[in-house]
């Protein structure tokens, strides 16, 4: 395990695969602040529990979001959750 200072250990494949799922998921939206996708945080939970690619219980999907959301692959917006386009190769490399 790394030291306190170093860097964080990379997220789970799983976990991964979630992002890129509720990613594909998310809707455009264009408002007053800028454009980009999002998915509300319940259609979230919901989507990752009911995909039959994922298999994950209720739990392990809000687990998934929790870490995304650490890590910045999401930001919340009161129930929304907005997609951040990371660079192509962020998602191998964190």
Known sequence: MPGLDGPRPPLPEWILECYEYLRSH???????????????YEAAVDSLSASRKLMLE????????A????????????????????????????
Request: hydrophobic content about 25%; glycine content about 8%.
């Open 26 to 40: 998310a809707d455009e939206r264009a408002d007053e602040v800028g454009s980009g996708r999002s998915i509300e």
């Open 58 to 65: 209720r739990e392990d999907a809000k687990y998934a979001l």
């Open 67 to 94: 870490r995304l959301l650490e890590r910045g692959y999401f930001y919340e917006v009161g129930d929304e959750l907005r997609v951040t386009m990371p660079d192509q190769d962020c998602c191998r490399n964190n």
